[in-house]
C-alpha cells in the first residue's frame, strides 16, 4: 500500500480542480471523544471535501491558507487548527449527471485520526 504523510494529508484536502471547485478525497478514520466518552468506530467514506470548501471556489493551483480556512464564520470558535481537528463534508455521486451532491452530513475529525486518504496508508511526518 502506498503511504502518505499527515502533511501531505492536509495539502491533498485542500485541492481544487481548474474549474475551482473542490477534488474530494476518500477517507479513513477513528471516532474519538474523550470529552462525550464516545468513539472507538472506524469509518470510510468514498466521496468528502472540506465543509469550509463546500461553496468555495479558487483558482486552480492557489495556494491554500491553513489559518483562514479555519477561520469559523460563526460565533463559537471551534479552534481547528489549535485542536487538529477540521470539518468534513459528506459526498454522494448522483448516477444519472455523474456529479457529487452534498448529502447533509458533517463529520468533525481530529487529523491525527486519519488512517487512510484516498487508498494511502498515513505514515506520521
Not at 502533511?7 to 476518500?26: C, T
Not at 486552480?60 to 481537528?85: E, I, L, R
Not at 454522494?92 to 481530529?110: C, P, R, S, W, Y
Request: hydrophobic share 35%; glycine share 6%.
Amino acid at each position: 500500500m502506498e503511504k502518505i504523510t499527515l502533511s501531505q494529508v492536509r495539502l491533498a484536502m485542500e485541492f481544487f480542480d481548474i474549474h475551482g471547485k473542490p477534488i474530494p478525497f476518500s477517507i479513513g478514520f477513528d471516532t474519538c471523544n474523550r470529552a462525550k466518552g464516545t468513539g472507538g468506530d472506524y469509518l470510510e467514506f468514498e466521496y468528502c471535501i472540506k465543509h469550509v470548501n463546500l461553496n468555495a471556489k479558487r483558482q486552480a493551483g492557489a495556494v491554500p491558507n491553513f489559518a483562514q480556512a479555519d477561520t469559523p464564520k460563526s460565533a463559537k470558535n471551534p479552534n481547528h487548527w489549535k485542536n487538529q481537528t477540521t470539518n468534513i463534508a459528506i459526498m454522494a455521486k448522483n448516477e444519472l449527471t455523474d456529479e457529487l451532491v452534498f448529502t447533509g452530513h458533517i463529520h468533525k475529525i481530529h487529523y491525527r485520526l486519519i488512517t487512510k486518504l484516498n487508498g494511502k496508508e498515513i505514515i506520521w511526518d
